[in-house]
């Protein structure tokens, strides 16, 4: 099957599970599973029949791009560390959304995000715009050739760049989910969180969702014992959000490792994946895992919130 036609088919398929899922929750229409034979297409007849929920669709092509043979074997071995298809599914994601990810870095996410979306939605990663020689520049760089090095599976991606002192991220209302994952602690050491969680609210439509992941501190670590250290208190986060104008919707434990003990010499950074000390005690913070994770679901409010007189 080629592309086009199997995006002609997942296409339709998306549109049946949606429809299907619209159907249940207004209670209008009873949901009935169609013999494939009764069916016309051009599908053999024992073609599988598309899921009958837009959840249960969603799930399926989750499983199938963290399969794929692009994605590269470092980092399907932090699978077990970064839950993608849990935590995607957690920030309500499905496969014909406008999602904008915030700082991709070397484009983890993206090898799951932009597949995913290639066919019905739009992929977007936003990422700082090069001042320099520095991480910004060598992650735009990278970014952008390994892109134009799979044309199939990142195409359709897009990249805009932001100036995080001023961040404009899209037209207002044009996206319906912005992710961020393990960048907030970058914007509150540079002083330039509050600008950017007011660009994903102006850039979310009404109803829409910002997803947050981060290190997180201790509940009873302040601001600046731990600014430094890459942890951030959740409440801190929280309040960020809240005062961009979001609501909290819910939080998650899908990202949470109870062995980190957060009091390491290098900060967060002592752990893997990136092991700042080498050698030094690595079979110790191998041990360990990566970071202990807040998970966040954001929602920016259908109307706007009432002002006191």
Known sequence: MNRGTQAANVGLALAVALLGLCLARSGAVAAQIVPAASVESDQPANELVPPTSASDFTSAQLDSVLAGSWRSAPNRARDVYRHPKATLQFFGIRPDQTVIEITPGGGWYSEILAPLLHDNGHYVAAVQAPAGDGEAKRDNGGLRAKFAADQAEYGKAKIVEFDPKAPVLGAPGSADLVLTF??????????????????????????????????????????ATVKQSGYLPTRYVVKLAAEAGFTLDESSEINANPKDTKDYPKGVWTLPPTLTLGEQDKAKYLAIGESDRMTLRFVKPSTPAATTP
Do not use: E, I, Q
């Open 182 to 223: 393990r960048n907030v602690h970058n914007w509150v050491m540079a002083d330039t969180a509050p600008a950017m969680f007011k660009a994903f609210f102006a850039v979310l439509r009404p109803g829409g969702v910002l997803g947050v992941v981060d290190h997180r501190a201790d509940d009873s670590a302040s601001l």
